[in-house]
């Protein structure tokens, strides 16, 4: 069994990321349900003629999913020994904000300061799980 600490930000990253697709998947479907726009005219290997905020959205969403591997792996980790959960756990929410930031930071907008700042949030993030899969490795 996981525990409480791990589980949490596992359900709260599955909550980003839906979250982030829902946005996405309400303006398609609005616009499917209206008929301003086939089913079809999103198709995976063209970009979509989609308002700003949306496409954001849904390079966001695919950012969660991109690093989601890089977050299990470490939540596996900590996990795995309760003296290392006790030890790392604290690095959870700290790590979590990041995510959270980088994502709402993507939402609102594409300038060269958020992006850099989107950046900075990623660059956290992989530090943190990093240190806590290296930690693993080397204990």
């Known amino acids: 069994m996981l525990p409480d600490t791990v589980l949490l930000i596992l359900c709260l990253y599955a ?3 839906a979250g982030l ?3 996405v998947f309400a303006y398609r479907s609005t ?4 008929r301003r726009a086939p089913a079809n005219v999103w198709p995976r290997s063209q ?14 969403h695919k950012n969660c999913v991109e690093t ?5 792996v470490a939540l596996l980790v900590l996990s795995h020994d309760p003296t290392r959960l006790e030890a790392w756990a604290w690095l959870l929410p700290p790590l979590f904000t990041l995510r ?13 300061a958020l992006v850099f700042l989107r950046g900075l949030f990623f660059a956290g993030q992989l530090l943190g799980l ?3 899969v290296a930690l693993a490795v080397w204990a």
Do not use: C, Y
């Not at 980088?102 to 609102?108: G, K």
């Open 31 to 34: 616009h499917v349900m209206l």
């Open 47 to 60: 970009p979509a003629a989609e308002p700003a905020l949306v496409q954001r959205a849904h390079d966001a």
């Open 100 to 112: 959270l930031a980088q994502s709402l930071t993507h939402l609102l907008g594409t300038s060269p």
């Open 68 to 72: 989601f591997p890089l977050w299990l």
């Open 21 to 23: 697709v829902a946005v």
């Open 130 to 132: 990093g240190a806590i």
């Open 15 to 17: 909550l980003l990321t």
